[in-house]
């Protein structure tokens, strides 16, 4: 049985959205990998939320045609005594990149898949002004679920920033030129005229 669910996560997320946004008119969410999941099923439950940036968005998992949900409940049978799943990616001269982790907990990669798989029908429902951000190479999270992600949402304000050659964790792990562009697309949508 799996120990982490992705309901604890969204609990905690939502507690802390209510406790800013009644001391504070305006809140931007910003998420990164599973935390751009849960703001977006935030933003769809809270539409006042001011701005959404979604940055390495989860949808589509290292593989296209894999089950990853099926892939995973089989997976643990096999590591139920570390549930981890390690993988490493080259990553140029500063070493190999771990997706973040050098070891992901399989039922916590299960959770977030599951979030996924849960947040779909909900997209039509976010209409949030949204910034997303994603790495066309990201070997986590694929280009292809990010757009259908972006595609799907109702915003009537949207952009997407694509980074050619990124890593998933393109803010601490890009170069200082992909940080500084990322930084400075945050603060222009922060600052954008949305209606």
Not at 28 to 38: E, N, R, W, Y
Not at 61 to 81: E, G, I, M, R
Not at 90 to 119: H, K, R, S, W
Not at 132 to 151: I, Q, T, W, Y
Request: charged share 20%.
């Amino acid at each position: 049985m799996f120990y982490i669910k992705w309901e604890t996560w969204y609990e905690a997320i939502r507690n802390e959205y209510l406790r800013v946004s009644g001391r504070h008119s305006r809140v931007m969410v910003v998420g990164f990998s599973l935390g751009a999941q849960l703001a977006l099923r935030l933003g769809a439950e809270y539409p006042d939320i001011e701005r959404c940036v979604c940055i390495s968005t989860p949808m589509k998992f290292f593989h296209q045609y894999l089950p990853t949900q099926h892939v995973l409940k089989v997976a643990w049978l096999f590591a139920n005594s570390s549930r981890s799943w390690p993988k490493r990616y080259p990553q140029g001269p500063g070493g190999p990149e771990y997706l973040i982790y050098p070891y992901m907990p399989l039922d916590a990669l299960f959770a977030v898949v599951d979030l996924c798989t849960m947040n779909r029908p909900l997209l039509g429902q976010f209409r949030v002004p949204l910034l997303m951000v994603h790495s066309r190479n990201d070997p986590a999270c694929k280009l292809e679920g990010a757009r259908r992600v972006f595609s799907s949402v109702s915003s009537p304000y949207r952009r997407m920033l694509v980074f050619e050659k990124a890593p998933h964790g393109l803010m601490h792990d890009g170069s200082d030129e992909q940080r500084e562009l990322l930084a400075r697309s945050i603060l222009d949508f922060a600052g954008a005229e949305v209606s």
